[in-house]
């Protein structure tokens, strides 16, 4: 069941959506984040390909929400996640913070030479 409303989220909370607004105010990120640590893989994905369509073509400060309810070192942990469908979302997410002049100083001031290191080691295989 939960799955299923993840999948449902997914499509929520897209950059188009009039509901986005409202299901942050009713506390949707920590509902997420709790997903992320609830050990299942599936659901982990799931709630991470949610965070990556609400971090798209929003303001940055969304963004920084977002990043101070996931957590920088986290998302920095997901780059290297031995599941590859995670790390796949991890950097997705990441791409859609820095799809702007603002996020991408956001980022690079977080986690810049972290990001830059692990985006050339996987680059290298």
Do not use: H
Request: charged share 25%; hydrophobic share 45%.
């Amino acid at each position: 069941v939960v799955g299923a409303a993840l999948a449902a989220v997914c499509n929520v909370v897209n950059e188009f959506s009039v509901l986005k607004g409202t299901y942050l105010e009713q506390g949707l990120l920590k509902r997420l984040v709790a997903v992320l640590n609830s050990g299942d893989r599936t659901l982990k994905v799931n709630a991470l390909w949610a965070i990556k369509n609400l971090v798209r073509k929003t303001e940055t400060e969304t963004k920084r929400d977002v990043m101070r309810e996931v957590g920088w070192g986290y998302l920095i942990g997901l780059l290297t996640d031995p599941d590859e469908a995670v790390q796949e979302q991890a950097f997705a997410i990441l791409r859609n913070l820095t799809e702007s002049e603002e996020g991408i100083e956001m980022v690079f001031s977080e986690v810049g030479p972290k990001v830059l290191d692990l985006i050339a080691s996987t680059l290298g295989g």
